[in-house]
């Protein structure tokens, strides 16, 4: 029996980045393809937009305004990285809204897990901007949910994206509620992420990899720097930032992880929280790479070890 929940919505695809752009519609094409290809056929849970309430936990009103103004009147967004257009309203507030929508549901016993496939990603955008893709922090918005509004005192975000999630880190920097861990390249977008930056009561963690190291010293990182610090904080909820730009084959990263390594890291943190874990999409720009780590990252999610 299958109940790890995959989030799904076709306005993922709509949010329109132009030609050029590595963070593209085919992202999503990719991972359900594969999904079709190994015959996975998963429960899609329904979900509902984020609300202007849920999004101001986390975004200033500037901000909020700021990102509607642009998507509905097809303007350009100061950061070129990060476009916008009209679809993309919709879109930004159903990948945040449906990171709620996933958290909801594992606490009401429905899944025991979700896994989120949309676009745009979160985990760059900060309170008071939009960068590196990211419009909304879903990431952001779904731990400020369950703290504030679901009531939990202990939640953790692990995010093994290829970057650091400089947005994450800034909104939960001080709260000793959410303990934040990162593992990114470093020297690498957005520059941020340092080791000695461990928040006002030890919840925030960074390590930082090498261009180019071999994959085994994520394992080790992973096994002997976030197992241990997460065992301790013993969160009630696991959030994921899931970017797959650490593989391989990634245009956007200089990382040698396949999608066995992605099932390997799934794994190893589905004892935390009691396996409460809610994942949700960052990166990932080589599209074949992209889908098989999907499925491996939603499998280690589901089945059993
Ligand atoms: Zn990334």
Known sequence: MSDTAVVFREEG???????YHPEKPARLEAILDAFARHKIDPPFLEIEPVTREDLLRIH??????????????????????TVMGEASWDAALLSAGGAISACKAVLEGKYKSV????RPPGHHAEP???MGFCLFNNVAIAGRWLTDVAGLKRIAIFDFDVHHGNGTQKAFYD????YYISIHQFPHYPGT???????????NLNIQMMPGVPEELWHSAIENLVLPELKRFKPEFLLISAG??????????????EEEDFAKITRALKGIAGGRIVSLLEGGYNLEALGESCVAHYLALRDEI
């Open 115 to 118: 896994f989120e496939i949309m």
């Open 128 to 130: 008071n901007r939009a």
């Open 13 to 19: 695809i709509f949010h329109d980045t132009g030609p």
């Open 175 to 178: 709260d000793d509620r959410v």
């Open 60 to 81: 200033t009103v500037q901000h909020v305004d700021t990102i509607e103004r642009t998507c509905k009147n097809n303007l350009d967004y100061p950061d070129p990285d």
């Open 193 to 203: 992420g340092f080791p000695e930056e461990r928040g006002k009561n030890n919840t």
């Open 244 to 257: 797959f730009d650490a593989h391989r084959k990634d245009p956007l990263g200089s990382q040698n992880l």
